[in-house]
């Protein structure tokens, strides 16, 4: 199993930046996929973006295009979430998963929160307007 602890959340006016992570511990080397998800009050869980553990296959939702980024840190044992330009429909609560295959790639289902084997507990995100 594989333990997520996120960290990063808190407060920012519309416009501003946030820098989310996930610290990764546990039985890292069974982890193939890593996806940041969210979810507003009220709202489905959504996707947010995907990452191969290898730092490759990155996509993203369509309302975080070109906004957000994702990427691995291999030295720190996280994946990262970089927030621009916010806005206030962004904030939500942010959740780290890990899949222990490559299927939610392969099969293209890596939007979707089934396919995930691990979760943190999330960090809010706050986007004041």
């Known amino acids: 199993q594989v333990q997520l602890v996120e960290s990063g959340g808190g407060l920012v006016q519309a416009g501003g930046s946030l820098r989310l992570s996930c610290a990764i511990s546990?039985?890292?080397?069974?982890?193939?996929?890593m996806a940041w998800f969210r979810q507003a009050p009220g709202k489905e869980r959504e996707f947010v973006a995907v990452?191969?553990?290898?730092?490759?296959?990155?996509y993203y939702g369509d309302s975080v295009k070109g906004r957000f980024t994702i990427s691995r840190d291999n030295a720190k044992n996280t994946v990262d979430l970089q927030m621009n330009s916010l806005k206030p429909e962004d904030t939500a609560v942010y959740y780290c998963?890990?899949?222990?295959?490559?299927?939610?790639?392969?099969?293209?289902?890596?939007?979707?929160?089934?396919?995930?084997?691990?979760w943190g507990q999330g960090t809010q995100v706050t986007v004041a307007s």
């Open positions: 998963a890990a899949a222990r295959s490559s299927q939610p790639l392969l099969r293209r289902t890596y939007d979707q929160s089934g396919p995930y084997d691990d």
């Open positions: 546990g039985r890292t080397f069974s982890t193939y996929v």
């Open positions: 990452i191969r553990w290898s730092g490759s296959s990155l």
